[in-house]
């Protein structure tokens, strides 16, 4: 499946997606370790995740398995990538650029933001 909005967030402690996606996706409601942990919002709003799943994630080149915890809530992306994907991939997100560069098997990596 392939995801049209998703943000790269320095400041995001996890890697987030919306239940919505998760059932979009098909992936099976037993796949999902149920674990509360609180997440506040952008609005200083806290929501509680409804678990995580253990998920292979390609960015452009980049495969690599990722865990993202899912909350019931929209959200205007599908995907939040936080410090956690940032820091396993080395990428370093060109916010003034609107591209991410990343090391991948020895090769630098350049994903821009409409890819």
């Given amino acids: 499946m392939t995801f049209k909005h998703a943000l790269v967030d320095n400041d995001a402690s996890m890697n987030l997606r919306s239940y ?4 979009a996706i ?12 609180n ?4 609005d200083a709003v806290t929501l509680q995740t409804l678990g995580h ?3 292979d994630l390609k960015v452009n080149k980049i ?11 929209l959200a205007t992306y599908n995907v939040i990538l936080g410090r956690s994907w940032i820091h396993d991939n080395k ?4 916010t003034l650029h609107q591209y991410l560069k990343a090391r991948w098997r ?8 409409a890819s």
């Fill in 26 to 37: 098909g992936i099976l409601e037993r796949w999902l370790v149920r674990q509360s942990l």
């Fill in 53 to 55: 799943v253990s998920i």
């Fill in 39 to 42: 997440v506040s919002g952008f």
């Fill in 63 to 73: 495969r690599w398995p990722i865990i993202f915890h899912f909350i019931d809530a």
């Fill in 106 to 113: 020895g090769q630098d990596i350049f994903v821009p933001a």
């Fill in 91 to 94: 990428a370093i997100p060109l």
């Fill in 20 to 23: 919505q996606t998760f059932k």
